[in-house]
């Protein structure tokens, strides 16, 4: 099994940045689907990108243009770098990955926009 811990949530204004981190606490190969979803207030979780190689990566609509996946496999580490943030995008953020046919998660990271 693997686990996976997420940092670099916190409070920033409209406009700003983030980057969030998730650690896994085995190596993952190039091949294991990671991803960052989010969950809002009320709302369901909603998958906000994925990447299972450098070359092969999908956005949500929402976030397209303003948000960066990316990896590390040497360092056991995955990225979102949120840029020109806004309130919408208020929600706990959660790593993925799809460890060997099983469905991996993170406990969050919270992510709050003030207008």
């Known amino acids: 099994q693997v686990a996976l811990v997420e940092s670099g949530g916190g409070l920033v204004q409209a406009g700003g940045s983030l980057r969030l981190s998730c650690r896994t606490s085995r190596r993952i190969l190039s091949t294991n689907a990671m991803a960052w979803y989010r969950q809002a207030p009320g709302k369901q979780r909603e998958l906000v990108a994925r990447?299972?190689?450098?070359?092969?990566?999908t956005y949500a609509d929402s976030v397209k243009g303003r948000f960066t996946i990316s990896r590390d496999d040497a360092k056991n580490m995955m990225y979102l770098q949120l840029n020109d943030l806004k309130p919408e995008d208020t929600a706990v953020y959660y790593c993925?990955?799809?460890?060997?046919?099983?469905?991996?998660w993170g406990r969050g990271t919270q992510v709050t926009v003030s207008s």
């Open positions: 993925n990955v799809n460890y060997f046919g099983d469905n991996v």
């Open positions: 990447i299972v190689s450098s070359y092969s990566i």
